[in-house]
């Protein structure tokens, strides 16, 4: 509640008047101070200083004699874009400051704010998900995107984690037309949200690599998930790999069961330090299924 605020000398219910009026050329004052929800000495008083500065002009109302219709003057139009202007450059340097992904959190939350504040339940449905597969602009880093900040917050991961995943990811993109191997996105408003990879060549011998399975937090818990494992696994059957494996690390209970919900079973464990720090390393493998 400063004096000035959106880069102007001018005070919250004036700023509100001016986009108040941008939008509702013509408006009344008794119809604005409905709208701003103040009092009618209120609203008197900001409109004359308004009009004295030269951002408000008062015309004739045809249909009503003692009430003035309300439009904004060049200079008003003028001052009034430079309050969007100074908006539009807050938000997004806000949003940009939000790790990948979370600005879509915010976004829903307004959204579902909104909603609340309108009097309706609150229960817009999310956009769907969509599962698509091989290559998309922008996929290597977003996946790498995701991988990095969910292993910094559960595993403490560090660079060589997210340089390992990159330069990984960007080797496999290159292999995609080879048979055998095949990536999917989860795609939510053209974004993508999760990801998992079969890698059919690195390990050799008829067996199939599941690589950089991730779900972005802003969608897990729907069964995601198990979508897009269930989507890799029926590509290794349908290639017929007598093995699938796939290596993680320990203190993911809810992956675990996942995986082995989907016919894998843990066949190796050992703590190694690749990532900086000792990890209690796992290999899990599924046979073919019959």
């Known amino acids: 509640m400063s004096d000035g605020i959106a880069g102007t000398d001018l005070g919250p219910s004036a700023v509100h008047a001016l986009i108040e009026i941008e939008a509702n050329p013509g408006i ?18 900001m409109l004359r200083k308004l009009v004295a500065s030269a951002d408000v002009e008062e015309h004739e109302n045809d249909e009503d004699g ?29 949003l940009g400051r939000l790790p990948p992904g ?42 790498t995107g995701m991988h990095v900040l969910y292993y910094a917050r559960a595993m403490e991961f560090g660079q060589r984690f997210e340089s390992v995943v990159a330069a990984g990811l960007a080797d496999f993109c290159g292999r995609l037309e080879n048979p055998g191997n095949g990536i999917w996105s989860a795609v939510q408003d053209g974004e993508i949200v999760g990801s998992i990879a079969i890698d059919g060549e690195d390990l050799g011998g008829d067996i199939a690599h599941l690589r950089w399975f ?35 690390v320990a203190g993911l209970p809810a992956a675990r069961h996942l995986y082995e919900t989907h016919g894998f079973a843990l066949a190796e464990e050992w703590v190694g ?3 900086g720090k000792p990890q209690q390393e796992q290999r899990f493998v599924r046979p073919r299924q019959k």
């Open 28 to 45: 009344t004052a008794r119809d604005l101070g409905e709208l701003l929800r103040l009092e009618k000495s209120s609203v008197s008083r």
């Open 66 to 94: 003692r009430a003035k219709r309300l439009r904004l003057s060049a200079a008003g139009r003028e001052r009034t874009a430079s309050i969007h202007a100074y908006a539009d450059r807050q938000v997004r340097d806000a």
């Open 102 to 143: 979370r600005d879509r959190m915010v976004r829903d939350g307004l959204r579902l704010y909104a909603d609340a504040l309108g009097g309706t339940t609150g229960d817009t449905q999310p956009s769907p998900v969509e599962i698509v597969a091989d290559y998309r602009p922008g996929i290597v880093a977003r996946i």
């Open 214 to 248: 991730i779900i972005d937090e802003c969608v897990r818990g729907g069964g995601l998930g198990r979508r897009l494992l269930s989507t890799a696994l029926d590509f290794v059957d349908a290639q017929g790999f007598e093995e699938t494996r796939l290596w993680t």
């Open 273 to 275: 330090d690749q990532w």
